[in-house]
C-alpha cells in the first residue's frame, strides 16, 4: 500500500518561504478610533498596520495572527480630545501583553518568535518594552515601528521636501503622507477632501478649527491652550501646521502612498528576517 501521508517536514519544504519565517507570529497594534480630518476613517491607524501585515505575510510567509485592538498615546491623556478610546500606557501596556499571550497559547504552532507591527505613531514606547514582553510571553518579541532603509524616490511630486522635512522632525498626523498612504489603500474620500481644501483655501485657520486634528494635529495646537505643549514639543506636527498654513491646502498623491507602502514593508521585512 502507499503511504500518502505527507510529513511535517516535507511540507514544511513546499512554496517560495524560508519554514522559519511561517513560524513568526505577526501581530498588528495601531488606533481604531482616532480623528485624522474630514477625509479619513477613524481607524486610519489600524487599516495601515493591518495592510502592512498582510503584506509582510504576502513578501515572507509570516503567519498573521490577530490585530491587538488597544491604544495609548505619548501625549497622555490629552489625546481623549481627538481619540476617546485612549488609555495610559500602562494599562494599554498589560492588556497587549496579555492578548499576544492568550493568542499564542492557542496557536496550532509553537512560534519561534512574535512580531508586533505599529501603525500609531502614539504607541512608540512600546519597543522600550521587547525585553519584558520577551519574559512575559517566554520567546522573542520585536516591536517594530514604521521606517525605511533607502530613501523614497519620486521627483515628479512637488512636496516631497515637505514630506522628508517633517518625517525627519518626528513625523506627521493627518498631512500629506498620511493622507497619501490611506489613499493608496482605497479608503480615502475625495469629496470630502474637496470640501476640507476649500474652507482651507479661503482660511486655513478655519479649516483648523473645524478639522483641529489636520495638519499634525495643528488645531490644538494653533489654539489649545497649555495643556496641549507636549504637542507642540514635536517639531515634525509644528512642521506639518506651518506648512498647511503657507500651502492652504493638503495635497494627497497615491502613487507616494504606494511607494512609501513598498519601503516600509521592506522595511519591517528587513527587520524581522535579520533577528
Known sequence: MVDLKIQTNELESYGPYDPEMRRVALFSVANDF?????????????LLAQDWCHLITRQIGASYVAHIPYTTDTTGAVALNWCPI?????????????????????????PSKAAIIIGHGGNRELPERDGDLSKSLGLPVQCLSAGVSEALIYPEFEALDTVYDIVAKGGEHAYILEYSLIAHLGHFDFGKLNVL???????????????PAIAGLGGYIEFGGPEYDPLRQIEGLVAALEDFKRRRKIIVDAELGRRATELIVNYFCEKIQQE
Open 197 to 211: 481644501n476649500e474652507v482651507a483655501a479661503r482660511d486655513p485657520l478655519e479649516a483648523l478649527r473645524r478639522w
Open 86 to 110: 485612549y488609555m495610559p500606557f500602562d494599562e494599554f501596556y498589560a492588556r497587549l501583553r496579555d492578548f499576544v499571550k492568550w493568542h499564542i497559547e492557542r496557536m496550532s504552532f509553537v
Open 34 to 46: 482616532e480623528a485624522h480630518g474630514f477625509p479619513m476613517p477613524p481607524h486610519t491607524d489600524t
